[in-house]
């Protein structure tokens, strides 16, 4: 059974790093589009950033752009999510994604292309 599991989470003072991790233990040999998405109290889950199984990095969520970076692991379906500069709004639950859809897709593409999710792992910025 295909799951996802996230890491590395925790919490930082503004300006902070955390690095989280995706490990997505599948079925399959072949490699998965992967995505992070995140969640705040109150709030909708809102995209933050992609890769495709091309290894295309689809351009980040602009509230990100310039602070974190996606990128895969050794192992073809691991994920990292480096955060730096965190901010207080960047607070909430992380949630790692896979697809296997074969056409274009990014973390801005309609939620139900992404079928895999993970638990969730806790960012909070705080001081």
């Known amino acids: 059974q295909a799951q996802l599991v996230e890491s590395g989470g925790g919490s930082v003072l503004p300006g902070g790093s955390l690095r989280l991790s995706c490990h997505f233990s599948?079925?399959?040999?072949?490699?998965?589009?992967m995505a992070w998405f995140r969640q705040a109290p109150g709030k909708e889950r809102e995209g933050v950033a992609s890769?495709?199984?091309?290894?295309?990095?689809?351009p980040y969520a602009n509230v990100v752009k310039g602070r974190f970076t996606v990128s895969r692991g050794n192992t073809k379906n691991t994920l990292y999510l480096q955060m730096n500069n965190l901010k207080p709004e960047d607070t909430g639950m992380y949630y790692c994604?896979?697809?296997?859809?074969?056409?274009?897709?990014?973390?801005?593409?309609?939620?139900?292309?992404?079928?895999?999710w993970g638990q969730g792992t806790q960012v909070t910025v705080s001081s």
């Open positions: 890769i495709e199984m091309n290894d295309y990095i689809h």
């Open positions: 994604a896979a697809s296997g859809y074969e056409g274009t897709i990014s973390h801005r593409s309609p939620r139900p292309l992404w079928t895999i």
């Open positions: 599948s079925y399959t040999d072949r490699k998965f589009n």
